[in-house]
């Protein structure tokens, strides 16, 4: 596949979207650190923070600097109304577009 990181990209979206809504209200490594756990070993900072700003841009996260136990204050975010409804279309698409790709490869299996 030439260009995969597209499709990542806005595949991890819909996880983050759904990390943070999980957890009611999380930090960037935290959400990392849940990527990972999920199978997602290739993602790092430099992938996830840039997304949670581009989600926060949309107006789908909330973010509210918080005092840190470890250090320095912490941006936390949480999912506002547009991002309940973005996470809604998400699991929508891509419950469509993994019914149509699983169909093909079990169509085609053994053929």
Partial sequence: ???KSQLLKGVLEG???KIVKHKKETYGYEVVTELRTFGFGQCTEGT???LLTRL???KSLAS???ESPLGPQRKYYSLTEEGEQELEEFTRIWGEFKGFVDGIFKYYEGK
């Fill in 1 to 3: 596949m030439q260009d």
């Fill in 64 to 66: 509210q600097k918080k």
């Fill in 56 to 58: 926060e841009k949309r």
């Fill in 48 to 50: 996830v923070y840039p």
């Fill in 15 to 17: 996880c983050i979207l």
